[in-house]
């Protein structure tokens, strides 16, 4: 997939004014695609981060977004929501901690889209089952792009990763096979579809574009090379 026209809806400004890695924006919507969510289903974005995406699913997709995040504030959020022209009632800012388990009902998701932040918390074997799956309702499907791996190096680091990131860093990306493995764990959940995303290059391309500093300082690995040994993983489950 190589076309956004979801994501393309953003000023380029704005998107790089807001993202905080890869381009959310087309991750999410190459992990969205051919994906049936009823408009107005309730969903979780888990790890909003600044809300972008959560914009995109409610004003794109018709959804009822959370958005979930520990580290952004609800009010500057919401102050973005509206700016964007998002009506209230279709998306909500919440403070949590997803690591601790999320302040909501049980069965209470339609469905959950989580952009590059499911390695930072999914890593713990008992954190599916207990901390995710109890929000979601049964036959809901949970989707994830999650920042990997070709074939894990952690016993070889690569210099070309090594010029922007450390080993404690790189622990947090793993390729399918251990994704596979660690879902593979957690009961009453089964993997629909589990894919590398073809717009990874692209993603990364507009990242590094932006003038912020963590951007500057993952350029070091993306111009070394990095690219040729990461991916993006793209995860549909399906609750039981």
């Not at 111009?223 to 793209?234: H, P």
């Given at each position: 997939?190589?076309?956004?026209?979801?994501?393309?809806?953003?000023?380029?400004?704005?998107v790089?004014?807001?993202?905080?890695?890869?381009?959310?924006?087309?991750?999410?919507?190459?992990?969205?695609?051919?994906?049936?969510?009823?408009?107005?289903?309730?969903?979780?974005?888990?790890?909003?981060?600044?809300?972008?995406?959560?914009?995109?699913?409610?004003?794109?997709?018709?959804?009822d977004?959370?958005?979930?995040?520990?580290?952004?504030d609800?009010?500057?959020?919401?102050?973005?929501?509206?700016?964007?022209?998002?009506?209230?009632?279709?998306?909500?800012?919440?403070?949590?901690?997803?690591?601790?388990?999320?302040?909501?009902?049980?069965?209470?998701?339609?469905?959950?889209?989580?952009?590059?932040?499911?390695?930072?918390?999914g890593?713990?074997?008992?954190?599916?089952?207990?901390?995710?799956?109890?929000?979601?309702?049964?036959?809901?499907r949970?989707?994830?792009?999650?920042?990997?791996?070709?074939?894990?190096?952690?016993?070889?680091?690569?210099a070309?990763?090594?010029?922007?990131?450390?080993?404690?860093?790189?622990?947090?990306m793993?390729?399918?096979?251990?994704?596979?493995?660690?879902?593979?764990?957690?009961s009453?959940?089964?993997?629909?579809?589990?894919?590398?995303?073809?717009?990874?290059?692209?993603?990364?391309?507009?990242?590094?574009?932006?003038?912020?500093?963590?951007?500057?300082?993952?350029?070091?690995?993306v111009?070394?090379?990095?690219?040729?040994?990461?991916?993006?993983?793209?995860v549909?489950?399906v609750?039981?």
């Open positions: 997939m190589n076309n956004f026209p979801k994501a393309d809806s953003f000023d380029i400004n704005l790089r004014s807001k993202i905080m890695g890869p381009n959310p924006l087309k991750l999410c919507e190459e992990l969205l695609h051919g994906a049936n969510i009823a408009k107005g289903s309730r969903v979780c974005d888990l790890g909003s981060g600044t809300g972008i995406t959560s914009v995109m699913l409610a004003r794109e997709y018709g959804l977004v959370y958005a979930v995040d520990l580290w952004s609800p009010d500057e959020n919401c102050a973005f929501f509206r700016e964007m022209g998002v009506p209230g009632d279709r998306i909500h800012p919440v403070k949590a901690n997803a690591a601790e388990g999320l302040p909501f009902d049980q069965d209470f998701f339609d469905a959950v889209v989580s952009i590059d932040s499911y390695h930072y918390f890593r713990d074997s008992r954190y599916l089952g207990e901390r995710l799956l109890p929000y979601v309702k049964s036959g809901g949970i989707y994830l792009s999650i920042p990997g791996m070709v074939r894990d190096c952690h016993d070889a680091l690569l070309c990763l090594l010029a922007s990131w450390d080993p404690e860093q790189l622990e947090y793993h390729d399918m096979a251990w994704w596979r493995n660690m879902i593979g764990q957690t009453r959940v089964s993997i629909e579809d589990m894919h590398q995303m073809t717009c990874t290059r692209e993603a990364w391309a507009d990242w590094i574009a932006c003038d912020n500093e963590y951007a500057q300082g993952d350029r070091a690995a111009e070394a090379g990095a690219l040729e040994y990461l991916n993006t993983i793209a549909t489950l609750k039981d």
